[in-house]
């Protein structure tokens, strides 16, 4: 059992290493005057794809003035345009064309109403452009981005699951993750408000250097450390550099004039949401491979932290050197 287990985290390595460069589109539209609109995208592309880039889909009433400009880099393909439209967007639908599984986050800017932004996905790649955004649609979007950007982002993921590993159960879980979740909470907020900050270059180095710090941990077995008396005050720690990285992704995707809180609150949320799923999921599993192989517990656990090990050590160098 141990073997097979192994061999399947194995093959799950490349995807993961990969999976943590993607990011969703980005796409901006911004009223300049009443008849003229600018538009910039933003596509993450994988190393090898083929293919011409995506262009967004316009509202009905809208048209390019010329053709976009579009620059292709290995892993992002940006695009700048001028738009125009018209009569009003608001009722218009806009959006984006999916070559591939994803997500796209749609901004729209008019220079006498708030900033909306939509949540994009192939099985709803249109959204409705709203005469004045509600804030259920903010709460709501802003809810969505967050459970997916914990549930698709490998690197504060495999951080959850290797802390979930290293206390396995009982309250320890409960008071590292309380601790995790206020942590990332504080930094989170500071930076979006601008309060605090830190360069995103070496926060990302550092998220993947905390992996690799539990997953030693966890390699160690059953030997007392510092991390195992007080698992709690590690997971506040590494909390508060996983809240920058947070803040990074939103940073990204924005946030809607006017409905600031709102979209701050509902996303870390969302991020909490996941968050409660990735613990739920790997206590499950733990307590089931507890009750088929009781003493195969320790030793499954204590292999599965080498591919985290080998995963974080990888982002880590490709962080610092890449």
């Not at 006498?112 to 709203?130: F, G, N, S, W, Y």
């Not at 709460?139 to 490998?154: P, R």
């Amino acid at each position: 059992m141990i073997r097979w287990l192994l061999a399947l985290v194995l093959l799950v390595i490349p995807a993961v290493a990969s999976a943590d460069e993607l990011r969703p589109v980005s796409i901006q539209f911004e009223q300049v005057s009443a008849t003229q609109w600018s538009l910039g995208w933003r596509e993450p592309r994988a190393p090898r794809a083929i293919g011409e880039p995506v262009r967004p889909i316009l509202p009905g009433n809208c048209q390019f003035s010329g053709e976009p400009g579009i620059m292709i880099a290995p892993a992002v393909a940006t695009g700048r345009a001028e738009v125009r439209c018209s009569g009003d967007v608001a009722g218009q639908e806009m959006g984006w064309s999916f070559p591939a599984p994803g997500e796209a986050i749609l901004r729209v800017a008019p220079t006498d109403r708030p900033v909306q932004v939509h949540r994009l996905t192939p099985e709803a790649p249109l959204a409705t452009i709203a005469e004045r955004p509600s804030s259920a649609q903010v709460w709501l979007s802003y809810f969505l981005i967050g459970v997916e950007h914990i549930l698709a982002g490998w690197d504060h993921l495999l951080f959850v699951i290797a802390l979930v590993l290293l206390v396995r159960g009982g309250w320890a879980v409960v008071k590292a993750a309380t601790a995790f979740t206020i942590a990332h909470s504080i930094t989170l907020a500071g930076t979006t408000l601008g309060l605090t900050g830190l360069p995103q270059r070496p926060v990302e180095a550092l998220i993947a250097l905390s992996i690799v710090f539990l997953a030693v941990e966890i390699a160690r077995g059953t030997r007392e450390t510092l991390t195992r008396r007080l698992p709690w005050l590690v997971a506040f720690i590494f909390g508060l550099l996983h809240g920058f990285g947070f803040a990074g992704a939103l940073r990204e995707i924005g946030l809607p004039e006017g409905e600031v809180p709102a979209a701050l609150i509902s996303f870390n949320l969302g991020v909490e949401a996941g968050q409660l799923l990735v613990i739920a999921a790997v206590l499950v599993a733990v307590a089931a491979l507890r009750r088929i192989r009781p003493g195969l517990e320790a030793r499954a656990i204590r292999i599965a932290s080498y591919p985290i090990g080998i995963i974080g050590a990888y982002w880590l160098i490709d962080r610092v050197i890449g």
